[in-house]
Protein backbone atom coordinates (compact mmCIF):
# COMPACT_ATOMS: atom_id res chain seq x y z
CA UNK A 1 0.00 0.00 0.00
CA UNK A 2 1.44 3.30 -1.03
CA UNK A 3 0.17 6.47 1.27
CA UNK A 4 1.29 9.83 0.06
CA UNK A 5 1.64 12.50 2.56
CA UNK A 6 1.13 15.98 1.20
CA UNK A 7 0.57 19.67 1.11
CA UNK A 8 -0.82 22.35 -0.59
CA UNK A 9 2.81 24.20 0.70
CA UNK A 10 5.57 24.00 2.88
CA UNK A 11 5.58 24.51 6.20
CA UNK A 12 2.21 22.67 7.46
CA UNK A 13 3.79 19.66 9.12
CA UNK A 14 4.18 16.99 6.39
CA UNK A 15 7.31 15.64 7.20
CA UNK A 16 6.10 15.52 10.98
CA UNK A 17 3.21 13.08 10.25
CA UNK A 18 5.25 11.33 7.35
CA UNK A 19 7.97 10.59 9.77
CA UNK A 20 5.77 9.83 12.49
CA UNK A 21 3.64 7.65 10.55
CA UNK A 22 6.44 5.35 8.84
CA UNK A 23 8.05 5.16 12.64
CA UNK A 24 4.82 4.08 14.04
CA UNK A 25 3.82 1.85 11.40
CA UNK A 26 6.77 -1.42 11.66
CA UNK A 27 7.77 -2.91 9.13
CA UNK A 28 7.39 -0.33 6.71
CA UNK A 29 8.94 2.17 4.05
CA UNK A 30 9.61 6.13 4.28
CA UNK A 31 10.51 7.70 1.20
CA UNK A 32 11.29 11.26 0.44
CA UNK A 33 10.58 12.71 -2.33
CA UNK A 34 10.52 16.14 -1.10
CA UNK A 35 13.90 15.88 -3.51
CA UNK A 36 14.67 19.88 -3.52
CA UNK A 37 14.75 19.95 0.48
CA UNK A 38 14.76 16.24 1.87
CA UNK A 39 14.97 16.45 5.79
CA UNK A 40 12.67 13.18 7.34
CA UNK A 41 16.43 11.95 7.87
CA UNK A 42 16.56 14.25 10.87
CA UNK A 43 14.01 12.53 12.85
CA UNK A 44 14.08 9.05 11.03
CA UNK A 45 18.23 9.26 11.75
CA UNK A 46 18.62 6.17 9.15
CA UNK A 47 22.06 4.22 9.04
CA UNK A 48 22.27 4.57 4.91
CA UNK A 49 23.49 1.65 2.69
CA UNK A 50 24.24 3.10 -0.14
CA UNK A 51 24.20 6.54 -2.42
CA UNK A 52 23.37 6.08 -5.96
CA UNK A 53 23.79 8.69 -8.97
CA UNK A 54 20.62 9.37 -11.50
CA UNK A 55 21.41 10.68 -14.12
CA UNK A 56 19.30 11.62 -17.54
CA UNK A 57 20.81 11.19 -21.23
CA UNK A 58 21.33 14.79 -23.11
CA UNK A 59 22.78 15.22 -26.60
CA UNK A 60 26.43 15.67 -26.67
CA UNK A 61 27.78 17.19 -29.99
CA UNK A 62 30.80 15.85 -32.20
CA UNK A 63 31.52 18.62 -33.81
CA UNK A 64 33.77 17.28 -36.72
CA UNK A 65 30.98 15.44 -37.55
CA UNK A 66 27.93 18.53 -37.43
CA UNK A 67 27.16 20.54 -40.90
CA UNK A 68 24.95 23.03 -38.96
CA UNK A 69 22.02 21.84 -41.03
CA UNK A 70 19.92 23.14 -38.09
CA UNK A 71 17.45 19.92 -37.99
CA UNK A 72 18.36 19.13 -34.26
CA UNK A 73 17.07 22.78 -33.19
CA UNK A 74 14.13 22.41 -35.38
CA UNK A 75 12.74 19.59 -33.82
CA UNK A 76 13.58 20.32 -30.01
CA UNK A 77 10.17 21.38 -28.83
CA UNK A 78 12.13 22.80 -25.11
CA UNK A 79 14.69 25.21 -26.74
CA UNK A 80 17.41 22.94 -25.39
CA UNK A 81 19.43 23.19 -28.87
CA UNK A 82 19.85 26.39 -31.22
CA UNK A 83 21.54 26.50 -34.63
CA UNK A 84 23.13 29.86 -34.92
CA UNK A 85 25.10 30.50 -37.98
CA UNK A 86 26.12 27.09 -38.55
CA UNK A 87 26.75 26.34 -34.74
CA UNK A 88 24.74 24.26 -32.36
CA UNK A 89 24.71 25.21 -29.04
CA UNK A 90 22.87 22.99 -26.27
CA UNK A 91 21.46 24.15 -22.96
CA UNK A 92 21.02 20.93 -21.51
CA UNK A 93 19.16 22.15 -18.38
CA UNK A 94 16.36 22.68 -21.04
CA UNK A 95 16.22 19.06 -22.10
CA UNK A 96 13.29 16.30 -21.37
CA UNK A 97 15.42 13.66 -22.78
CA UNK A 98 13.38 13.09 -25.45
CA UNK A 99 15.96 11.86 -28.18
CA UNK A 100 14.23 13.03 -30.88
CA UNK A 101 17.45 15.04 -31.87
CA UNK A 102 19.50 12.22 -32.19
CA UNK A 103 17.19 10.44 -34.32
CA UNK A 104 16.56 13.28 -36.75
CA UNK A 105 20.46 14.20 -37.40
CA UNK A 106 21.31 13.30 -40.34
CA UNK A 107 25.00 13.28 -39.51
CA UNK A 108 25.28 11.28 -36.12
CA UNK A 109 26.62 13.99 -34.60
CA UNK A 110 24.68 14.15 -31.55
CA UNK A 111 25.18 11.09 -28.87
CA UNK A 112 23.25 10.70 -25.72
CA UNK A 113 25.51 11.11 -22.76
CA UNK A 114 24.26 10.74 -18.62
CA UNK A 115 24.18 14.00 -17.29
CA UNK A 116 23.74 13.55 -13.39
CA UNK A 117 20.71 15.43 -11.90
CA UNK A 118 21.00 14.56 -8.36
CA UNK A 119 21.75 11.22 -5.70
CA UNK A 120 19.36 9.17 -4.64
CA UNK A 121 20.17 7.50 -0.64
CA UNK A 122 19.11 4.23 1.00
CA UNK A 123 18.83 2.76 4.20
CA UNK A 124 20.55 -0.07 5.84
CA UNK A 125 16.95 -2.05 6.30
CA UNK A 126 15.77 -0.51 2.73
CA UNK A 127 13.03 1.06 5.09
CA UNK A 128 14.29 4.66 4.14
CA UNK A 129 14.95 6.10 1.00
CA UNK A 130 15.82 9.87 -0.10
CA UNK A 131 16.74 11.92 -3.27
CA UNK A 132 18.37 14.70 -3.56
CA UNK A 133 18.60 16.67 -6.22
CA UNK A 134 21.44 19.13 -7.40
CA UNK A 135 21.58 22.39 -6.46
CA UNK A 136 20.55 24.38 -9.59
CA UNK A 137 19.14 21.65 -11.12
CA UNK A 138 15.44 22.86 -12.47
CA UNK A 139 13.02 19.38 -12.88
CA UNK A 140 12.69 16.88 -10.00
CA UNK A 141 10.49 14.30 -11.90
CA UNK A 142 13.33 11.95 -12.97
CA UNK A 143 14.85 11.60 -9.20
CA UNK A 144 11.26 10.68 -8.21
CA UNK A 145 10.66 8.68 -10.71
CA UNK A 146 13.97 6.95 -9.90
CA UNK A 147 12.86 6.89 -6.19
CA UNK A 148 9.18 5.64 -7.17
CA UNK A 149 10.88 2.78 -9.34
CA UNK A 150 12.75 1.66 -6.20
CA UNK A 151 9.97 1.19 -3.75
CA UNK A 152 9.59 -2.30 -1.98
CA UNK A 153 6.33 -3.85 -2.99
CA UNK A 154 5.54 -5.35 -0.14
CA UNK A 155 4.37 -3.74 3.41
CA UNK A 156 3.22 -0.08 3.77
CA UNK A 157 5.38 2.96 1.85
CA UNK A 158 4.99 6.36 2.91
CA UNK A 159 5.96 8.96 0.52
CA UNK A 160 6.75 12.50 1.69
CA UNK A 161 5.86 14.24 -1.44
CA UNK A 162 7.19 17.61 -2.53
CA UNK A 163 5.22 20.74 -1.22
CA UNK A 164 2.39 22.66 -3.49
CA UNK A 165 0.92 21.32 -6.54
CA UNK A 166 2.60 20.88 -9.78
CA UNK A 167 4.92 18.87 -11.69
CA UNK A 168 6.61 17.09 -9.12
CA UNK A 169 3.65 16.59 -6.97
CA UNK A 170 1.69 15.23 -10.01
CA UNK A 171 4.68 12.32 -10.46
CA UNK A 172 4.74 11.94 -6.73
CA UNK A 173 1.18 11.20 -6.15
CA UNK A 174 -0.22 9.35 -8.97
CA UNK A 175 -0.36 5.44 -8.54
CA UNK A 176 -0.84 5.68 -4.95
CA UNK A 177 -3.31 4.16 -3.08
CA UNK A 178 -4.08 7.14 -0.71
CA UNK A 179 -3.29 10.48 -0.23
CA UNK A 180 -3.12 12.30 3.24
CA UNK A 181 -3.74 16.19 2.75
CA UNK A 182 -2.43 18.04 5.87
CA UNK A 183 -3.53 21.33 6.21
CA UNK A 184 -3.32 24.27 8.94
CA UNK A 185 -6.58 25.96 9.86
CA UNK A 186 -5.98 29.33 8.63
CA UNK A 187 -7.59 30.92 5.73
CA UNK A 188 -4.09 30.07 3.83
CA UNK A 189 -4.43 26.62 5.17
CA UNK A 190 -7.75 26.37 3.52
CA UNK A 191 -6.72 27.84 0.51
CA UNK A 192 -3.71 25.63 -0.21
CA UNK A 193 -6.30 22.97 0.92
CA UNK A 194 -8.54 24.22 -1.78
CA UNK A 195 -5.60 23.37 -4.63
CA UNK A 196 -4.83 20.03 -3.26
CA UNK A 197 -8.24 18.99 -3.53
CA UNK A 198 -9.16 20.23 -6.86
CA UNK A 199 -5.44 18.24 -7.70
CA UNK A 200 -6.69 15.26 -6.31
CA UNK A 201 -10.29 15.13 -8.11
CA UNK A 202 -8.58 15.64 -11.47
CA UNK A 203 -6.40 12.85 -10.67
CA UNK A 204 -9.01 11.18 -9.36
CA UNK A 205 -6.92 9.68 -6.27
CA UNK A 206 -8.98 8.74 -2.77
CA UNK A 207 -7.82 11.48 0.04
CA UNK A 208 -8.34 12.37 3.46
CA UNK A 209 -7.73 15.55 5.36
CA UNK A 210 -5.27 15.69 8.41
CA UNK A 211 -5.73 19.20 10.57
CA UNK A 212 -2.27 20.22 11.85
CA UNK A 213 -1.55 22.67 14.91
CA UNK A 214 -5.48 22.76 15.29
CA UNK A 215 -7.17 24.99 17.76
CA UNK A 216 -10.40 23.12 18.72
CA UNK A 217 -12.69 25.23 16.58
CA UNK A 218 -14.91 24.74 13.96
CA UNK A 219 -13.41 27.16 11.50
CA UNK A 220 -12.72 27.76 7.91
CA UNK A 221 -11.11 24.48 7.16
CA UNK A 222 -13.79 22.34 9.00
CA UNK A 223 -16.10 24.35 6.69
CA UNK A 224 -14.54 23.74 3.68
CA UNK A 225 -14.40 19.63 4.08
CA UNK A 226 -17.95 19.78 5.10
CA UNK A 227 -18.49 21.45 1.50
CA UNK A 228 -16.66 19.27 -0.31
CA UNK A 229 -17.57 15.97 1.83
CA UNK A 230 -14.21 15.49 2.43
CA UNK A 231 -12.97 13.36 5.66
CA UNK A 232 -10.89 15.05 8.16
CA UNK A 233 -9.16 11.67 9.39
CA UNK A 234 -7.44 13.47 12.64
CA UNK A 235 -6.00 16.48 14.24
CA UNK A 236 -3.30 17.68 15.99
CA UNK A 237 -3.64 20.27 18.16
CA UNK A 238 -1.08 23.41 18.50
CA UNK A 239 1.15 22.86 21.34
CA UNK A 240 3.99 24.44 21.92
CA UNK A 241 5.75 21.03 23.16
CA UNK A 242 5.43 19.41 19.55
CA UNK A 243 6.96 22.12 18.35
CA UNK A 244 9.65 22.18 20.54
CA UNK A 245 10.20 18.24 20.15
CA UNK A 246 10.10 18.77 16.42
CA UNK A 247 12.82 21.76 16.30
CA UNK A 248 15.16 19.04 18.42
CA UNK A 249 14.70 16.81 15.13
CA UNK A 250 12.78 14.23 17.33
CA UNK A 251 10.13 12.01 16.66
CA UNK A 252 7.07 12.74 18.33
CA UNK A 253 5.94 8.90 18.90
CA UNK A 254 9.23 8.95 20.85
CA UNK A 255 7.87 11.13 23.84
CA UNK A 256 4.45 10.27 25.02
CA UNK A 257 2.76 6.51 24.59
CA UNK A 258 -0.81 8.37 23.26
CA UNK A 259 1.25 9.74 19.82
CA UNK A 260 2.17 6.09 18.74
CA UNK A 261 -1.29 4.94 19.55
CA UNK A 262 -2.33 8.20 17.82
CA UNK A 263 -0.27 7.02 14.67
CA UNK A 264 -1.05 3.45 14.83
CA UNK A 265 -4.79 4.91 14.87
CA UNK A 266 -4.49 7.13 11.74
CA UNK A 267 -2.55 4.43 9.84
CA UNK A 268 -5.86 2.03 10.43
CA UNK A 269 -8.12 4.82 9.30
CA UNK A 270 -6.22 5.20 6.13
CA UNK A 271 -6.05 1.59 5.42
CA UNK A 272 -10.16 0.99 6.37
CA UNK A 273 -10.47 4.39 3.80
CA UNK A 274 -8.02 2.08 1.20
CA UNK A 275 -10.51 -1.13 1.60
CA UNK A 276 -13.10 1.08 0.77
CA UNK A 277 -12.18 2.46 -2.63
CA UNK A 278 -11.24 -1.04 -3.75
CA UNK A 279 -14.26 -2.20 -2.19
CA UNK A 280 -16.37 0.46 -4.81
CA UNK A 281 -13.82 0.23 -7.83
CA UNK A 282 -12.65 -2.99 -7.66
CA UNK A 283 -10.91 -2.34 -10.75
CA UNK A 284 -8.30 0.28 -9.73
S1 LIG B 1 16.62 15.07 -26.36
FE1 LIG B 1 14.68 16.09 -26.95
S2 LIG B 1 14.47 17.72 -25.44
FE2 LIG B 1 16.59 17.07 -25.33
S3 LIG B 1 17.66 18.44 -26.70
FE3 LIG B 1 17.10 16.64 -27.90
S4 LIG B 1 15.14 17.15 -28.86
FE4 LIG B 1 15.49 18.65 -27.22
S1 LIG C 1 21.03 17.92 -37.05
FE1 LIG C 1 23.10 17.15 -36.74
S2 LIG C 1 24.25 17.99 -38.41
FE2 LIG C 1 22.38 19.17 -38.32
S3 LIG C 1 22.89 20.91 -37.00
FE3 LIG C 1 22.08 19.35 -35.68
S4 LIG C 1 23.86 18.23 -34.96
FE4 LIG C 1 24.51 19.41 -36.74
Partial sequence: ????VLSGKGGTG?????????????????????VEEPNGYHFLKPRLRETVSVGVPVPRLEEGKCTGCGLCA???????????????????????????????CPEKALQEVQREVGTISIGEERDFMQGELQVGEPVAVP????LKRRVKENGPVFFDCPPGAACAVVHAVEDTDYCLLVTEPTPFGRHDLAIAVRLMEKLGLPFGVLINKGDGKNGDVHQFCREKGSKILAEI??????????????L?????????????????????????ENHRHPQR
Fill in 74 to 104: GVCQFNALAAIKNKVLIFPELCHHCGACSLV
Fill in 1 to 4: MKIS
Fill in 14 to 34: KTLVATNLAAAVRPSQYVDLD
Fill in 143 to 146: LINE
Fill in 252 to 276: LIQGEKDWLHFFQNLFGKIKEEVGH
Fill in 237 to 250: PFSLEIAETYSRGE
